[in-house]
């Protein structure tokens, strides 16, 4: 699809990937109890989006916040359909999520050296080693792997990240057989043209390769983002129920693309996500009393475009007063 008729979903289907159950909770301080995150889970699910990130197996040490992820992995309800992935930063973790029954791994490094030493105390080149391990780990148990690279069009730190750094990490995973990449704007730091070209050269390169975009909405950037995608030819984005994420390296950065928000701009443009928003709205609009404070999500405040409100109680005699006036 070109950039000339983007604006023109005609029925185009785009699918939409929920991280809030793993990439938004894993910030909150407040633990959100574990039958509330298996409701929220099951509620996403019958919202039909197309895959969730339901949980991360890792230390509980590390993220408390996911420290019951085996249960809530194991007790949510498969729909047909839905893909129920989480984030595994080891063959330790991979075991766990495999034995929970997870249908999808999904491992992240950063194409940054220093991003990557900044948020797993590794080189690039040890967290490669240790998750070609993992690789290995799913492909004996026949469970399919997405690789989340972070920083792809920028880092907080080292600034500009070279497009062709980034091709040639999609390519040493390609190269190991996973299924899928994401390219991650960790941080909100893409803007349109780069997102284009980026993407363009990723579809053109590994037209086979699943490639799902994942935009944090920092700089407000997120929606042009994930339509500059769309012309470049993706279909998968990553998104977060009430706008809930952040980034730790990047002070002042806000949270993920909000799952609702951009459902509602592809919906209003023609596209088809599968995703029913008034219950995805629905879903957001119970996460403050889950988190303890607000949410960023817009739609969930201010409500669809297509809701219409009932004029003032004194509407009449405004319009009769008008009318008097000749």
Known sequence: MSAVNVWQGAGRRIYMNEVGTRDGLQMEQAFVPTADKIALVNALSAAGLSKIEVTAFVSPTAIPALRDGEIVMREIERRPGTIYTALVPNVRGAERAIDARTDELNLVMSVSETHN?????????????????????????????????????????????PQAEVLAWVQRFADLGVQGVTLCDTTGMAYPSQVLALVAACKERWPQLGLTLHFHNTRGMALANVLASIAAGADRFDASIGGLGGCPYAPGASGNACTEDIVHALALMGYD??????????????????????????????????????????????????????
């Open 117 to 161: 030493l900044c948020n797993l105390r590794m080189q690039r080149s040890q967290s490669f080693a240790a998750l070609q391990q993992v690789v290995a780990t799913a492909q004996q148990a026949a469970v399919a792997v997405n690789v989340s690279l972070s920083c792809c069009f920028g880092c907080p730190m080292e600034g500009e990240v």
């Open 273 to 326: 996500t599968g995703v029913d928003l008034e219950a995805v709205v629905a879903a957001a609009q119970s996460l403050p009393a889950l988190i303890g404070h607000d949410i960023p999500s817009q739609i969930a405040k201010a409500g669809p475009r297509w809701a219409l409100h009932a004029p003032p109680a004194n509407f009449q005699e405004i319009r009769e007063r008008a009318l008097a006036k000749g």
